[in-house]
């Protein structure tokens, strides 16, 4: 249980709140670059402040205030320029590092460009890695964007999805460090949605956190194993501050503002042996829908909405005075001091946990991971289709509902299916 006061402090993302200032610490995945095909300019708020990002002619990314300085347009409706970004109200040009550029009519009259200079509006450095945009809007010198390790593999199909979730982010991160909650909201809530009463799946029996320097490590002993199972012994990511690593793919919790966020989910997929060497050009990404239109329920059927459901579920804000913490909650309670001593770290000037400044140390950064062996060696097709978990990745997937059909068909020729599901209309 949190006082009123802390419940508060923990979940306002605004600028000048604690949090806040702590996650402006941190470089948050906001778009993909793949959006940036077709559109080169992308509305974004996070963390409380509405921002557009724009990809000039140049190829230049920019992140700058969403309305012109002049007058207040939107330059979501603007136009890119060779430099920079241009309102579509009355010309004005901004660079990415959101300087006013260019005043068409006034540079007639102030050839000096006196009004020109003293204009300049907010703007943040963006990062590409991983088929993502990156932005930071903390003070300077901004820690370097961490460089995981699975951003590098081989051989793989990545997919980007987008998910907007309107509750705020915290819930959604106390859900990275919940290891009970996987028996009960994805096994068995899936057994009973599909209509059976059970058996249920194999109890949690054990349960423990190790923290290291990017987080946290949940593990859990069930019923028919014990503590040589590599659950236990490597365990899962809760990811410092606001994502979770489950080996083969990251969930971030972007703060949009204090009632809404953004899910970002970067999925990876190693090709079966037979389809290698495997070069993706193009990493897409979709937004999934979390409704269902027809019945205005929210969608249940695939493992993140589950995880959604839960979230939203909880208010819009999550009102901590009336929860009854129990031994199974031992992870929030960890993560919760974890922020308190982070707000204490950035209030006193210093870094706060997780962040990487060291340009030696930030190359594949290795992540507990108990699927590391697969993801880097690989399987060929007829193992997958053993596979008690893959076998099933490989007909759908199972992390959000909506997958768009041509995302669908990029994957399937990916892995090497396309070809034989003309052949095999069974398989599908
Ligand atoms: S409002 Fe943008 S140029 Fe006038
Ligand atoms: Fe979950």
Redesign the pocket.
């Known amino acids: 249980m949190l006082s009123a006061e802390k419940n508060r402090t923990l979940t306002q993302v605004g600028a000048g709140t604690p949090m806040g200032e702590l996650l402006r610490r941190y470089w948050h995945p906001v778009a993909a670059v793949s959006e940036f095909d077709k559109n080169a300019i992308k509305p974004v708020r996070i963390v409380g402040e509405d921002l557009v990002l724009y990809k000039d002619l140049s190829g230049t990314y920019g992140l700058i205030a969403r309305h012109?300085r002049?007058?207040?347009?939107d330059l979501a409706y603007g136009y890119v320029e060779k430099c920079g970004l241009r309102?579509h109200?009355?010309?004005?040009v901004y660079d990415e590092g959101g300087q006013c550029i260019e005043q068409p009519f006034e540079q007639k009259f102030d050839p000096q460009g006196r009004l020109k200079k003293r204009i300049r509006t907010a703007a943040y450095p963006v990062q590409e890695k991983a088929g993502l945009l990156w932005a930071y809007l903390g003070p300077r010198p901004a820690p370097l964007l961490p460089d995981w390790e699975p951003f590098s593999w081989k051989n793989g199909f990545v997919q980007i999805v987008f998910a907007e979730v309107p509750c705020n982010w915290l819930q959604a991160q106390e859900n990275s460090i919940d290891p009970v909650h996987f028996e009960w909201m994805h096994e068995n809530w899936s057994l009973r949605l599909k209509g059976g009463t059970g058996p249920y799946a194999p109890a949690h029996l054990k349960i423990g956190f190790d923290e290291f320097d990017f987080g946290f490590v949940y593990k859990r002993v069930r019923e028919g194993a014990d503590e040589s199972d590599p659950l236990w012994t490597t365990g899962r990511v809760c990811l410092w501050p606001n994502a979770f690593f489950l080996g083969e793919h990251f969930e971030w919790r972007v703060p949009v503002d204090d009632e809404n966020m953004l899910s970002v989910a970067w999925s990876f997929i190693r090709v079966p042996k037979e389809a290698e060497p495997y070069e993706q050009k193009n990493i897409p990404a979709w937004t999934a829908p979390i409704r269902d239109t027809q019945t205005g329920r929210w969608i249940t059927s695939h493992v993140i909405n589950q995880d959604i459901v839960a979230w939203v579920g909880q208010g819009v804000i999550a009102d901590r005075t009336k929860e009854n913490l129990g031994a199974s909650d031992r992870g929030i309670s960890l993560i919760r001091k974890q922020l308190f001593k982070d707000l204490a770290a950035v209030a006193a000037g210093k870094d706060p946990k997780g962040l990487v400044r060291d340009v030696k140390a930030n190359r594949n950064i290795e992540l507990p991971n108990i699927g590391r062996k697969l993801y880097t060696e690989g399987m060929t097709l007829a193992q997958y289709r053993e596979h008690p978990f893959w076998s099933r990745l490989l007909e759908d997937f199972r992390w959000h509902y909506g997958q768009p059909e041509e995302v669908r068909r990029e994957f399937r020729r990916a892995m090497g299916l396309e070809a034989e599901s003309s052949r095999r209309p069974a398989d599908r």
């Open positions: 012109c002049h007058r207040a347009a309102c109200y009355h010309g004005w």
